[in-house]
Each structure stands twice: as C-alpha cells, then as structure tokens.
C-alpha cells in the first residue's frame, strides 16, 4: 500500500520540482546510494528502511517512468515526467538494489528459491541504467540507444509478473493491478493512435 504514498509523493516532487531534481541530479544520486547501502545494511534492525529492501521505494520510481510513455503526448503531466525521467530511472535503480541484494543474499545462503522474475527485471534494467549515463549515452549511436531503451517495456512486463507471484497481501496486489492495469491500457492505446496517424500520413504524401 505505501506505494501508493510514494507514487503521490514522487509525482509531486516531479510536478513542483522537477528543475531542483535535475539541477541537483548528481548529489541524489550520491545521497541516494549511501541511503541504499545504509538501508541494506542495517534493514532487519531498523524498521524505517524495510520500504527500501523490500523494493516499495525503487517500484514507485520505475512506476512514474513506465506512466511517462503513457500519457498523452503534451499533456502537462507527461511533459513535467519527461523532465526527471532520467533521473528517476537512475534514482529506482539504487532503490532497488538493496531488495536485489537481499534476496540473491538469501538464496545463496539457500534460504529461499531464486526469484527469476525479479531477477530477469534486475538483468533487463541494468543495461539501461548504465546507459542512462550521459557519458556512456555520448559513446552510442542514436540507433542504439534508441533500440536499448526498447528493452524497458520487457522489464515492465517481467516487473508486473514478478509482483503478481509476490504481493505479500491482498490489499498489495489490489494495489499491484490497479497501477499496471491503466498502464497497460493507456500504452496500448497511445501506440494504435501514433501507429494510425502515421498510417494517415504515409497515406497522403
Ligand atoms: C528491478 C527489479 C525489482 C523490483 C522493482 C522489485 C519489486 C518488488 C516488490 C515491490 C516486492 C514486494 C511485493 C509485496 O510485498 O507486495 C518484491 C518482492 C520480492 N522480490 Fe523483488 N523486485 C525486483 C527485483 C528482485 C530481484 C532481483 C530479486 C531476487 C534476487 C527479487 C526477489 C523478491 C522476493 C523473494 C520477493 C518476495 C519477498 C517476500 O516474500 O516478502 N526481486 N519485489
């Protein structure tokens, strides 16, 4: 459920601060990571960083930059997400390292099974991450980085997988259904409209 405060909150700092965001996106990143490796560390004595290691943190940072490619193109929410995207994207994946750590922790202590879903999601993010980077972006071609970027919609699929297997209670997978479902549907119909008003065009020229 705090997912949901989460999205509220992020969707905020994104609407009224995105420029803060980005001006300061260096030092989150920084705050950010030694925030991660406080929360890993100190997880099971200190209940405040449970909503880190348990991905709450890292879903609700990914969840705003799936929405982003949803929404209708200008609208002023997706032109405020656009802006911190990137941001973002990098920000989750910090957050949500901790959770992978855990539980690949676990499982090599052979108290739990692998969760493949997740870490198919883990995989499929990584390259995305590292090429989130303007330095790394600077050494691709256009094409390239324009074709990476397409994995994201395969870690989302994963993603939604992965928490359908593992919502701890019900009122999570309510919550889980109600945040994906709308994507799904929105992103879907944006794509037939931009696929039709393309058709449109090559029609007339
Ligand atoms: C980037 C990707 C990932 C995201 C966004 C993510 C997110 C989440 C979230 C939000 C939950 C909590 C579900 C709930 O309690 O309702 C969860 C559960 C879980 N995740 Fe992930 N996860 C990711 C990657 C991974 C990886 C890489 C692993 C394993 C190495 C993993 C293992 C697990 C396990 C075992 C649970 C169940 C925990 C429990 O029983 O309380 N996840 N994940």
Redesign the pocket.
Known sequence: MI?VIFVALLTLLAVYKGKWVRNQNLKLYIGATVLAIIAFLLEDKVKIFEPFV???L??SF?YIVMMTGALKKKSKLRIKFAGIRREYSIL??IF?TP??????V??LNGE?A??W???A???V?LPLFITSFMVIRKKMSRNAWVYLQKLAYV?YIT?FI??IL????TP??V??LLLFVPYISMKIYREILEYTSKKKVLETT
Do not use: R
């Open positions: 997912v348990q991905g709450f890292g879903l990914f989750g994946f949500i959770h992978a750590l855990k539980y690949f676990e499982y739990i692998l969760e879903w997740g870490v999601t883990y995989l993010m870690s993603l992965h928490l593992n919502a701890s209670n999570n997978l919550v889980y």
